[in-house]
């Protein structure tokens, strides 16, 4: 340990060698801010007060005194003792330095997805190349600090502790495990990464426009780059909603390799019934057509579509002959108008955004000029209205007395105190006419429904919106779906928010610029999608009248076999007030299908309590068509509800057996690594340690401590205080 003292005075260079004699293992440097002197004042003090006290008052107090040697010991002993409690009133201070090393850091993931189960060479994946992977981690133990995961859905740690099915991940996601490393291991001494895998994604985008990566990736290629023979329906597009009486498309690529000269049919079957049949001729061996046809909307309902190429003889696979497409068909649609003070961007935005959705009908006024019955629309998005401009107003009051519900789009044309007057949920009071710029932050209570977490962030990335300045007032049963940050300060106020009055619900986003939102969206992810997801949940929110039921029922019709299947209930009583005190049972069944598959025995499950009623997570189902029935007993009656949803099996792992190593190659070149053949993984051992940027690091830190907060010193004090005092007590004065 290098002991020093660090005074304000810079001489007397002599005790500061002094000092450092008392030097220990464990470089501990002590550290005043008064001159050094003062601890010779300090240990002077000790020994002024141990002269008077047994020196001088013990010798006039009694003619017994203590032997010569005991004097001596107790003279030294209260001299330390209150030595060391004067110096501690100079607030003295301990440095510390510590080094710590870190040896580089080499992370394996394991590609884990069932397109490996596919290969033919899939045996050698389950049994000898888990071994040359277990030993490759072993050998480079000693070096380098391993650590291994697993990929496909997500990322996962390889916890032998609780091993995971090999090759189980229905879908596989590269970009992830590029994104999770940087992520886990940002400012670490990583040196590199070891990425096995066929070089096939299908989630997520590429994994070669992932950047940053400041380590290289060495990619251990799998999976067979032979083209066997195989037929499968590649897509299908079609519109997941359809109009009742109306004819909706869709369009099937079925693609084919190694099968020229061979004839398969493609077929179109709902519940059984043959809605289209073609002959297909494959008339080379890298086949693909795009066939577009019309199916007929002529019955009501969630229906599943099945989309079928014929098998034919020594196909690699079957498992993506068949793909199974729900559409939902319904009776009528929806009409929305849009009327707006003076014309204005939002406008525009908020028309392309909404026509999204094939439900809605969209009609678009100007105030002044809109003539139609509200009663003939089912949602209207008020666009700075009430307004400032008296020319520009309609009468809103009569429009909401009509009972349509109603989206307020709010800025600096916006009349607050007529909007306050409407009483529809959402009251702003301002002193002064002022706009201020604010971003948005997503509330972790809202629970009317709910928005993606991918949608959630980038909304929190978006340009600024001009909102009014003032207090905001939400109504009792209002929630914020984002609320506005002004600077770096989240002020609480509501951006986004929606309210309920009655059998009528309202919307209000507080803050003019939704077009730049949805520019925004596109030049960051080259889609309208989160704009979009948000102004569409906003829509059916808003346009959905309240359901007057005593018990209902909320789940989603179609559900990926990947995605848990979530279900949501409500109890109203008498007064309509929401109430969860009885249980609510729900009974599912798998059906059986037109392909033979044979039902499943009932499941029933008990739904839990939640603050908005009742919820339940019954994690992933087998692909299939479920029917489910609910039900309760509340106050002497029953009360059920019944429906159907769909799990999808998408079979993304079978559509795309051929291995891509190209990419893994141009992965690896990129970053400064290298690919190997999955039989020559004993060569990364040789590779990584051969590497001159490899290296262990050392990290020096510095911590300081104040010497009164430290235990052993408090100890120290009470030892030389415990052992005075016993002492004199063994020789009879205290």
């Known amino acids: 340990m290098s002991l020093s003292v660090v005074s304000s005075s810079n001489n007397k260079k002599l005790f500061f060698e002094l000092l450092n004699i008392i030097n220990t293992i464990n470089n501990v440097s002590l550290i005043i801010d008064y001159p050094w002197y003062f601890m010779v004042l300090c240990l002077l003090l000790g020994v002024v007060y141990a002269f008077i006290l047994y020196l001088f008052r013990l010798r006039k107090a009694s003619e017994r005194s203590f032997s010569r040697r005991l004097t001596v010991g107790l003279f030294l002993l209260r001299t330390l003792s209150v030595g060391a409690i004067a110096f501690l009133f100079l607030s003295p ?44 981690a072993d050998a480079m133990a000693s070096d380098f600090e391993v650590v291994r995961y697993r ?4 990322v996962t740690s390889d916890d032998s502790e609780s091993p995971q099915p090999l090759f189980a991940d229905k879908t596989t996601d590269m970009a992830e ?12 001494n990583v040196g590199a990464l ?10 997520g985008q590429n994994p070669l426009n992932v950047g940053g990566l400041s380590f290289p990736v060495y990619t251990v290629a799998m999976g067979d780059t032979t083209v066997r023979r195989d037929a499968s329906v590649a897509n299908v597009r079609t519109n997941r909603i359809a109009y009742l009486g109306n004819s909706f498309p869709m369009e099937v690529t079925v693609n084919a390799s190694r099968l020229k000269g061979e004839r398969s049919t493609l077929t179109v079957r709902r519940d059984g019934k043959t809605l289209f049949s073609k002959v297909i001729a494959f008339d080379n061996n890298r086949f693909s057509t795009t066939e577009s046809l019309m199916i007929d909307a002529d019955r009501a309902g969630m229906h599943n579509y099945v989309v079928e190429i014929a098998p034919l003889n020594d196909e690699q696979t079957t498992r993506n002959n068949r793909r199974v497409v729900p559409v939902e068909v319904i009776d009528g649609h929806q009409k929305i108008a849009i009327i707006y003070a003076v014309p204005h961007p939002d406008v525009g935005a ?36 009430p307004s400032k401009v008296t020319e520009a107003n309609g009468d809103v009051a009569a429009w909401l007395k009509e009972g349509t519900p109603a989206l307020f789009v709010l800025g600096s044309q916006s009349d607050l105190s007529r909007l306050n007057a ?10 002064i006419d002022r706009m201020n710029e604010v971003y948005a932050v997503s509330s972790s209570d809202f629970t009317y429904f709910t928005l993606s977490d991918d949608a959630r962030q980038q909304l929190e990335k978006f340009p600024p919106l001009l909102s009014p300045f003032g207090e905001y007032r939400l109504g009792g049963n209002g929630q914020k779906l984002l609320s506005a940050r002004v600077g770096s300060v989240n002020s609480g106020l509501p951006l986004v928010s929606v309210a309920q009055q009655g059998d009528r619900r309202y919307a209000f986003v507080a803050g003019e610029g939704l077009w730049r939102w949805r520019l925004a969206d596109y030049q960051a992810n080259q889609s309208y999608d989160h704009f979009d997801e948000l102004m569409d949940k906003l829509v ?74 009742y919820a339940i997570n019954m994690g992933t189902l087998a692909p299939g068509t479920y029917s489910y029935t609910a039900s309760t007993h509340f106050n002497g009656k029953t009360y059920s509800a019944s429906g159907s949803f769909l799990v999808e099996n998408l079979h993304l792992e079978a559509m795309q057996l051929v291995a891509d190593h190209s990419l893994l190659a141009t992965l690896s070149d990129a970053t400064g690594g290298a690919m190997v053949e999955a039989h020559e993984v004993g060569r990364l051992e040789k590779m990584l340690k051969e590497r001159d940027d490899m290296k262990t690091l050392i990290y020096s830190e510095t911590r300081y401590s104040d010497m009164l907060n430290l ?10 205080l415990t052992a005075e005092w016993v002492i004199r007590k063994y020789n009879g004065e205290i």
């Open 151 to 154: 990929y496909g859905s997500s």
């Open 194 to 203: 070891i990425l096995t895998g066929d070089g096939i994604y299908n989630k």
């Open 93 to 136: 201070l301990l440095r510390r330095e510590t080094n710590r090393k870190e040896k580089p850091i080499v992370i394996i993931a394991e590609d884990n997805s069932q397109s490996l189960d596919y290969s033919p060479d899939s045996a050698f994946y389950h049994d000898t190349f888990q071994e040359d992977m277990q030993h490759l």
């Open 422 to 431: 409407l009483h529809a949920g959402l009251e702003i009071f301002a002193r």
């Open 711 to 720: 235990p052993w010193i408090f100890g120290l004090l009470i030892l030389l």
């Open 177 to 188: 495990v590029l994104s999770t490393v940087m992520e886990r291991y940002y400012h670490r």
């Open 350 to 385: 908020l028309r392309r955004s909404v026509e999204q959705n094939q439900n809605y009908e969209v009609e678009a006024f100007a105030a002044r000029d809109f003539k139609g019955n509200v009663r003939d629309y089912d949602l209207l998005i008020l666009h700075q209205l």
């Open 540 to 613: 059916v929110f808003t346009s959905l009248r309240v359901n007057k039921e005593r018990f209902h029922v909320t789940v989603d019709h179609v559900f990926s076999e990947t995605a848990p299947v979530v279900m949501e209930a409500q109890l109203y009583n008498d007064n309509y007030e929401l109430v969860n005190s009885p249980d609510v049972e729900l009974t599912i069944r798998r059906q059986a299908d037109s392909e033979g598959d044979s039902p499943e025995a009932a499941k029933r499950y008990l739904f839990n309590r939640t603050a908005s009623g």
